[in-house]
């Protein structure tokens, strides 16, 4: 058995951990399966690491992570919530973890970034300046958590390669 597949089922037969030499095995092929995008079995391996260390900001922040990569906006959001509360506790200067409704909350209104946008990229007075503004960059990016938050996730991406296309992907 090859040593990818027996760590692979080490994290799926869910042994409990017992120690910390058990604890870095395991943080060893979390990282390793979620480098390869098996996400899922990285998630069972960060779980375990979890309950025996319910302390570690870092896991549960990988945790939430990796519910984001799996579509599973709930629970992504209680792990960074708890990722959050615990690192607040660990330094003088506080991080700011905001959560994906915070984040909206705090955008303007969809059609006012629409128009702006619109109105930056058309028309005469676009000027290969403005792609050295990077204002001009977020705005996309604002639309697209938008579209994410309505659940419209193929049209945050399909807007985003287009304006990579247009500003990046120069011939």
Avoid: W
Avoid at 1 to 27: G, L, P, T, V
Avoid at 60 to 79: H, S, V
Avoid at 116 to 136: K, L, N
């Amino acid at each position: 058995m090859s040593r990818n597949n027996r760590d692979s089922r080490s994290c799926i037969m869910r042994k409990k951990i017992q120690n910390f030499e058990e604890y870095a095995a395991k943080a060893r092929t979390a990282a390793e399966l979620f480098n390869q995008k098996r996400y899922s079995e990285a998630l069972t391996c960060f779980l375990d690491m979890a309950r025996y260390h319910s302390k570690n900001y870092k896991v549960f922040e990988t945790i939430g992570l990796i519910y984001l990569k799996l579509n599973n906006l709930a629970k992504a959001d209680l792990a960074l919530r708890k990722a959050k509360s615990l690192y607040s506790g660990k330094s003088k200067t506080k991080l700011s973890i905001k959560t994906f409704e915070e984040i909206i909350a705090g955008l303007e209104p969809l059609e006012k970034i629409e128009s702006v946008y619109g109105e930056r990229i058309s028309g005469s007075d676009f000027a290969s300046e403005q792609i050295q503004d990077e204002s001009i960059h977020r705005l996309p990016v604002k639309m697209g958590l938008h579209y994410m938050a309505a659940g419209d996730f193929k049209k945050a991406e399909e807007l985003l390669l287009q304006h990579k296309k247009k500003f990046f992907n120069k011939s």
